[in-house]
């Protein structure tokens, strides 16, 4: 399947007139860590792949676009990565707390930490709990410096306070979005019938037959995906958020809930 792609790669890089170079050119088996593990060094299977007599180099990760993707998908790198950085900002603001007001702290939280959350989070904030704890924290003790408040402050409040949702709701807001472009047909062609309705299933007259099929899967990669959550997000929002009349609107109702469970 890798060597499949790579060879359809080639044929779209000759027709365009493009050429690849061998030398600053790597590759990357995606799976489970179970696939994968199969051709490491000390695997029982051995994979390589030569670009004009260059031997390509096996990676476990890379940067595209500016967000860290690893072999299985897990994100954690990607985490790691715009964690220490959104660390390092919120300090800065922690030394800056005691001699600006509060307003230009809340502008620097917006400018310094919360485009790294924000930025590809549909992609990589379906990822484990454990891992978006890590961003949670940072959240927490940003409300806590902007507000000047104990370090042992709830953070529920200071969130409502400044109309902030937290990394887990963020990922929630964009996939419900994404879910609203696609019930009113605002998405690219290749969404087409990314998702089904159950009236599109069966022709029982049920209250649920405007919902969207659900779909599990044994594995848990699978089940944590856009297509597998997103029916779920919004077959749970209420008749009023889902017909809202513009996205805008849609992201202002469904944050005005979302910020409405923090006590």
């Not at 400044?162 to 929630?172: E, M």
Request: with cysteine.
């Amino acid at each position: 399947m890798v060597i499949y792609l790579f060879i359809i790669y080639l044929l779209r890089f000759k027709a365009n007139k493009l050429s690849v170079n061998a030398s600053k050119t790597n590759f990357m088996l995606m799976g489970t860590p179970q696939t994968t593990s199969k051709y490491d060094d000390d695997g029982n299977e051995c994979l390589e792949i030569v670009l004009n007599e260059t031997k390509l180099e096996r990676v476990v990760s890379t940067k595209f676009l500016g967000i860290i993707i690893d072999e299985n998908t897990t994100w954690k790198q990607h985490i790691d990565a715009i964690t220490k950085t959104i660390s390092r900002n919120i300090g800065v603001m922690n030394k800056l707390k005691q001699v600006i007001p509060e307003r230009i702290l809340y502008s620097l939280y917006c400018s310094l930490v919360l485009p790294y959350i924000n930025y590809g989070i549909l992609v990589w904030g379906n990822t484990y709990k454990t891992y978006l704890e890590k961003i949670l924290k940072l959240q927490k003790w940003a409300m806590r410096t902007i507000s000047n408040s104990h370090y042992r402050s709830h953070s529920g409040p200071l969130f409502a306070k400044y109309n902030i949702i937290n990394v887990f709701d963020t990922y929630n807001l964009e996939l419900g979005v994404f879910m609203f472009k696609y019930s009113a047909g605002l998405l690219p062609n290749v969404f087409d019938n990314f998702f089904i309705k159950r009236s599109e299933i069966h022709n029982y007259q049920t209250r649920c037959k405007n919902d969207y099929n659900q779909t599990r899967h044994k594995k848990c990669f699978s089940d944590k995906s856009v297509r597998t959550q997103g029916p779920i997000l919004w077959n749970s929002l209420n008749l009023n958020i889902q017909n809202s009349n513009s996205i805008k609107h849609f992201r202002n109702q469904y944050k005005k809930c979302l910020i409405s469970n923090y006590k």
